[in-house]
């Protein structure tokens, strides 16, 4: 059992305090009543080179993207360049205050607007929003979008989203939140959309199509200008899911595949830190007729400075409080102007490269339900490695090996999934030893399987009863007196 300074008993040492604040309004007196405290804090009293120790230890039992690959499948985990965060904590953009007047803030507005117009750019498409906060943000104002067009052709019939099953997993809930109602499309033995299946449910009561390219079992759809064209001829609309960026940028561009509706994930493709390391944003291009929908405010540039104008009354409204989190915009420009298009291109490159190495050597000792050329990730199975070892018990041994798992059980197309993306930031070495430990895991279960089975084994916390954490999950800490 790990103990913490929380554990500790008796009151024989003491931190350093600041005296109190003279200040009126650092009094206790301004709190209400009824939201002071009746009885004081169970903190601990221990000096402050304990207390640093204490949360130092923690942050070592952490694993982020500086401690080692990262290889989530469909989440590009990749290492963010330490120049971009440079960048973001310069005083005149970290301090900015979104109040501030827009004559007092040009040079941030300048970003944005050139920011907007390089994403659209980047998508093939007319113009672009910076608003979303986050891929399944982006998803949502598309599917606004797209509803909105409809309500304004006076179209009320176009109820239904088409989704591919092997679409990215937050698909289904915006479609839905937006107010549609999602028809699966199932996809061939190829692992890419049935275009049977396909024409078989397009009529005038389909709004459009959400499509993750490439797709989720890192296929690319290679009839993708034929899907576009079906929907297109049955009056739909095309949604193109961006996670998968990564694997195609500054190659090819979404709408010149047919797409109406793109989002990005600034967290993901342009490097910015994404989950628990930070804010995400997910900005959404549109195709021409869906510009005058775009959320407000939008950045404009009239009369030599950069301005915010809410004139759009077709607009589906604001989507973020002020205009999105501009710090991660502010990182991926950066990215990009460090890069510029043969960087992009190099980004894509590498991305395919590392991924189509690491399953050429996987796939000696796991199954590949599709066996094919991959895009920037793969998915296998754990399924069949022998002896009841399962996809979860290969995630938790990668645990003792240093490494962070994939992502498992998902897609769903694939019985026990292990979806890998290596990236295109890790170098041969790295995937050689994550190779090399996926291999031992596969001996390990067929010569002692116990062993998967009680795996993760050497670090601080070891397996937890998923459905008991999951039925009485424990939100506080567990103060004892």
Request: proline share 8%; charged share 20%; hydrophobic share 40%.
């Amino acid at each position: 059992m790990i103990t913490t300074i929380f554990d500790r008993k008796g009151h024989e040492r003491v931190g350093g305090l600041f005296p109190p604040a003279d200040t009126p309004h650092a009094t206790a007196e301004l709190i209400p009543p009824d939201l002071k405290r009746k009885v004081a804090p169970r903190i601990p009293n221990v000096p402050e080179p304990e207390v640093v120790r204490h949360y130092m230890h923690l942050s070592k039992l952490n694993y982020g993207i500086d401690d080692g690959i990262y290889p989530l499948g469909s989440c590009t985990m990749k290492y963010n360049p330490k120049l971009n965060e440079d960048l973001a904590r310069l005083p005149r953009f970290a301090v900015a205050h979104p109040l501030a007047d827009t004559s007092h803030v040009q040079g941030s507005l300048q970003l944005l607007y050139e920011m907007e117009r390089i994403l659209a750019h980047i998508a093939g498409l007319a113009a672009a929003t910076l608003q979303p906060a986050a891929g399944a943000h982006g998803e949502l104002t598309g599917m606004f979008l797209i509803r909105r067009y409809f309500e304004d052709r006076g179209d009320s019939n176009r109820k239904y989203i088409l989704l591919p099953d092997s679409a990215h997993g937050t698909n289904p809930a915006s479609a839905t939140i937006a107010g549609f109602t999602v028809r699966e499309i199932k996809s061939g033995p190829d692992g890419m959309v049935d275009l049977a299946a396909l024409d078989s449910v397009l009529d005038d009561t389909v709004a459009g199509i959400m499509l993750t390219v490439p797709n989720t079992l890192g296929i690319f759809e290679e009839r993708i200008l034929e899907i576009t064209d079906h929907v297109h001829r049955a009056g739909g609309l095309c949604y193109f899911d961006g996670a998968n960026l990564n694997a195609y940028i500054g190659r090819a561009r979404p709408g010149d595949m047919g797409a109406d509706v793109f989002h990005f994930n600034l967290h993901k493709t342009l490097s910015t830190p994404h989950g628990g390391g930070g804010p995400g944003s997910g900005p959404v291009a549109v195709a021409e007729a869906l510009v005058p929908f775009l959320p407000v405010p939008r950045v404009v540039h009239r009369d030599g400075s950069y301005q915010f104008d809410w004139d759009y009354p077709r607009s589906i409204g604001s989507m973020h409080s002020f205009y999105g989190n501009f710090g991660v915009a502010l990182k991926a420009y950066a990215y990009l102007l460090q890069l510029g298009d043969a960087g992009m291109r190099a980004v894509s490159e590498n991305a395919v490269l590392n991924a189509n190495y690491l399953q050429t050597l996987l796939k000696r000792v796991y199954p590949l339900p599709y066996d094919r050329l991959c895009k920037h990730e793969f998915v296998l199975s754990g399924k069949g490695v022998g002896n009841g070892v399962t996809t979860l018990d290969i995630a938790k041994r990668l645990l003792d090996y240093g490494f962070h798992p994939p992502t498992i059980y998902f897609p769903l197309i694939v019985h026990e999934a292990l979806m890998i993306e290596p990236t295109e930031t890790e170098g041969k070495e790295t995937l050689d030893q994550f190779a090399a430990a996926m291999e031992q895991i596969a001996r390990e279960a067929k010569e002692n399987p116990e062993l998967l089975h009680n795996a993760p084994v050497n670090i601080p916390v070891r397996r937890l009863d998923q459905t008991r954490a999951v039925r009485q999950p424990i939100l506080a800490y567990p103060f004892t007196d």
